[in-house]
Nanobody, 125 residues
Framework: QMQLVESGGGLVQPGGSLRLTCTAS????????MGWYRQAPGTEREFVAA????????NYADSVKGRFTISRDNAKNTVYLQMNSLNAEDTAVYYC??????????????????WGQGTQVTVSS
């Protein structure tokens, strides 16, 4: 069983930056495509970004294009989400997810089997 743990969340001012980290352990052979999702209270889970198995291709939600960057270091079994120019609408719990069936950066949540516990990101002055 793969386990995913997110870290790096916290409180940041509007316009600021944070970098989230997702570290995988266990059955890392299932760590193919990786994605980031977020969910604010009372809202549906929302796709943020995804990266292919080898890191060669990425996929972003329109709301974060040009501001967020997803990357991975397979030697460290880690995935990152660099978040710049943050605003209040980015406030949410952020989750990382791993697909064992897809290598492409799919945006569909149903394609991800393993999920982390989430890390809170709050953007406020």
């Amino acid at each position: 069983q793969m386990q995913l743990v997110e870290s790096g969340g916290g409180l940041v001012q509007p316009g600021g930056s944070l970098r989230l980290t997702c570290t995988a352990s266990g059955s890392i052979f299932s760590m193919n495509a990786m994605g980031w999702y977020r969910q604010a209270p009372g809202t549906e889970r929302e796709f943020v970004a995804a990266v292919s198995r080898n890191g060669g291709s990425t996929n972003y939600a329109d709301s974060v294009k040009g501001r967020f960057t997803i990357s991975r270091d397979n030697a460290k079994n880690t995935v990152y989400l660099q978040m710049n120019s943050l605003n209040a609408e980015d406030t949410a719990v952020y989750y990382c997810a791993a697909s064992e069936s897809y290598t492409i950066p799919t945006s569909q949540a149903k394609h991800y089997r393993f999920w982390g516990q989430g890390t809170q990101v709050t953007v406020s002055s």
